[in-house]
């Protein structure tokens, strides 16, 4: 009896430490790749946003734009060939249910664009990357992580403190 437990414990570690691996190697590969792009090596001495580190984020922004560009002509496609005069009420509420949900996320994605194409003139005008609150450094890997971010973590932290207190 000792023994068999001793067996399901131990077979439980086991399927316990495959699950953990298996977990870190699906976060590694998520945070390996951005929009197509490896995640950037800053190198020793380099200073913040000078070298290749803006050229990154205007090929992660770029690809990102892109997609969202492509998801546009794809809703475009879709409702096209699905506005089908349907006889059925039913049918024809639920396609108009569809159609509002998918044209709200397009919408949504619109302002993204915009954003987006605000942070590349920003990259241009070489304004990108600072905190527009304080002025301080946004920081590489908050940047990868949203690439459209123009507050550094402790003035966007602030201010979502600020809106919590003020929503109630």
Known sequence: MATAKKATDTNQTAKKKSAKN?????????????WGYEPYKEKKGEEYMTGA?????KNILEAWKLQL????????HHMQDESANLPDPADRATQEEEFSLELRTRDRERKLIKKIEKTIKNLENEDYGYCDACGVEIGIRRLEARPTATLCIDCKTLDEIKEKQTRG
């Open 53 to 57: 580190q803006p050229e990154h984020f």
């Open 69 to 76: 560009m492509k998801e546009v002509d794809r809703t475009v």
């Open 22 to 34: 298996s977990q870190k190697a699906r976060s590694n590969k998520s945070e390996a790749v951005l």
